[in-house]
């Protein structure tokens, strides 16, 4: 079994990536939903959550206003710290049970999607780094168009995250998404048959 990790900065399309290797009969971890899951209510993260935040970070039905989370850790390199901190662990442990999970079942590839991997210390998790890289002005129109970000928000999440020369170094393969899907799709079909599993 193989373990790949697909990272990049909010934007580069590592879902797309992921979507055509789960379409190449690669299973998915989104490390993401994983993040999400321990933010539910009456949780001990959702209770550190609110006791490091505030209550108005919760929403009528007692979920976490993800939105206004978001506000407030990309405002402030030291709030974004702190919901790390309580974060990763957990999120973390989710997804090594996920991966035990899946190789019990007898999958013979996984990936790891997240935006943090290498930032989070994630990379002991996988046994490959596919680091998805895109022109930050392409970046900024498709996060506009696709979730109604304005450029201000856009570049101080971008400028949260370590700088794609710097990830580059933990990377063992890189995947250039400035292209067309279908260009996307024959670099990612590359690399996957370049592991020899197909």
């Not at 055509?20 to 939903?33: F, N, Q, R, S, Y």
């Not at 999400?36 to 505030?54: A, D, M, V």
């Not at 020369?165 to 690399?191: C, P, R």
Request: aromatic share 6%.
């Amino acid at each position: 079994m193989i373990i790949i990790g697909v990272t990049g900065n909010i934007g580069s399309g590592k879902s797309t990536v992921c979507r055509i290797l789960a379409k190449l009969g690669v299973t998915i971890i989104d490390a993401d939903e994983l993040a999400h899951e321990t933010y539910k209510p009456r949780s001990q993260t959702w209770q550190e959550l609110i006791n490091t935040f505030g209550k108005n970070i919760v929403k009528a039905n007692e979920e976490i206003d993800r939105q206004k989370l978001g506000q407030i850790a990309f405002a402030n390199p030291a709030a974004l710290a702190l919901l790390n901190q309580i974060v990763h662990p957990r999120a973390y442990r989710m997804a090594q049970e996920k991966i035990e999970d899946y190789h019990r079942q007898g999958a013979k590839a996984i990936v790891v999607e997240a935006t943090l991997l290498i930032e989070a210390g994630w990379t002991d998790l996988v046994d490959k780094v596919w680091l998805v890289v895109t022109p930050e002005a392409t970046i900024v129109q498709r996060l506009k168009e696709q979730q109604g970000m304005s450029e201000s928000q856009i570049l101080a999440r971008l400028k949260s995250q370590m700088p794609v020369e710097e990830k580059m170094k933990y990377a063992d393969e890189v995947i250039y998404n400035a292209g067309s899907l279908g260009q996307l799709e024959a670099k990612v079909t590359e690399f996957w048959h370049k592991l020899g599993l197909a």
